[in-house]
């Protein structure tokens, strides 16, 4: 069995408000998804864009399969989302009229070994906010230490 992939986006949750999320399959070519099983690849500074009606996620980082010959991939390309017709109409709905905006969350494989993409459409936080949840932050891991102690 091989061993599952989880690679996260943690500035995600402090940049955005998260409203909903949507789990999405990814299209991959062999070498993509070799590295990414290796675990070689990042989000973090990755967004998701329309063109038409497909989702396309930009920006990600996967790196080279250190195997692949010329048939090998490029980092950073432009790697199209798989979704349910109905909830790409949704999304597409959101994007254009509120304002909002796709953030990928976390990549991984699941137990067939598919690479999947958890997004989430989120609107921007301000300095305001991002301050609001450092002192969350604080506050809990404070907690968490008293706890500890007793």
Known sequence: MQKTV????KRAKF???????????IVLTGTE????RL????????????????LFVINSHIEE???GTHYNHKAK????????KRELKGLLKS????GLTIIPLR???NEKGLAKLDIALCRGKKTYDKRESLKEQDTKRDLDRIKKSF
Request: net charge negative; charged share 25%.
């Open 77 to 84: 390309s432009e790697r199209k989302l798989l979704l349910n």
């Open 95 to 98: 994007v254009q009229n509120k």
């Open 39 to 54: 675990g070689k690849a990042g989000i973090a500074e990755s967004f998701c864009e329309f063109h038409g009606t497909e």
């Open 15 to 25: 940049d955005y408000e998260i409203l909903e999320k949507y789990t999405a399959g």
């Open 65 to 67: 399969y250190l195997y």
């Open 6 to 9: 989880n690679i996260l986006n």
């Open 107 to 109: 990549l991984f494989t």
């Open 33 to 36: 998804i070799k590295s990414i």
